[in-house]
């Protein structure tokens, strides 16, 4: 599934604008919060290719854009990065292309599980939370365990626990499978048509993709939501949940995000609000970022496919640079 023609790419860029035209002004939530500075101004300029009653809603690119600091990325790996207030796209390798997205998939699920959850609702952990692969990220949930949407979101996009992905599937849905065809469902409706997931955490699994744009699309529509923000940026959590025999359960977690701890810093008047990060063989290390300028103007960007965490967090402290040299 990850080789394109050039046809099906052009089809499927149509299918974006179209659908994006039509969908657009229905999938917002709210407000970007943190005190972004959203502008009301729909012009947009610099964009190399764009589609008519789309590009005013969204940064639109059909080619790679290289950036002005000429800085090169590994030739497997695929970047973006994406002006949210101007619709520009200011940097784009491979943005097209399809790949494994690893725990990137996360932030679909947290989109389903905002629009469709409670973040008081009760989750009771099911014997599933169990059917994951050796080595998989969990923050220790157990069959019986019970907890809140909001603490299993926490859970999921900090640490990056499986085991809370599933637990949310199953209580938006009913099941893994049906909690796919809704993030499926939810995905078209923001125009990211080259994506396809079966899972809701994003471990391995054959016909489970994205793209660096759809990426971008996704997560576009999660900044919208105040709880994925907040979330985002914290660096550790820690919650008490229910036991299955009536006890607390404390459980503490960090976040996965390098630049948290401080192991990464950003470029000079570049401010990191956070992220998700993703990494599996299939995948390599993946990372989208939210971040915003000196200005408090927000950005989107995103590498996948890169071949090793080091060389991740080098390459996006580049890529984020391309943000001084606009």
Known sequence: MRCINRLKKTISYLLICAVLCVSFCACGSSDIPLDYKVANDLSVNGIESKAEGFSSNIAVTDKDVNGKT????????????????AKQVLYAKNVHEQMNPASLT????????????????????????????????????????KLTLEQALNFMLLPSANDAAIAIAEHISGSVDEFSNLMNSEAKKLGATNSHFVNPHGLTAEDHYTTVYDMYLITNEAIHYSTFMDIIQLSEYSATITDKNGGEKNIDVKSSNKFHDGTYTAPERITVIGGKTGTTTAAGSCLVLVTRDSQGNPFISVILHASERSVLYDEMVKLLDEINSR
């Open 70 to 85: 000429g800085f090169a990325l590994e030739e497997e790996s695929a970047a973006g990065l994406f002006d949210v207030n």
């Open 106 to 145: 996360k932030v679909m699920t947290a989109i389903c599980a905002l629009k469709y959850g409670n973040l008081e609702d009760t989750i009771i952990c099911s014997e599933n939370i169990n059917n994951l692969e050796s080595g998989a990220s969990t923050c220790g949930l157990k069959p019986g365990d």
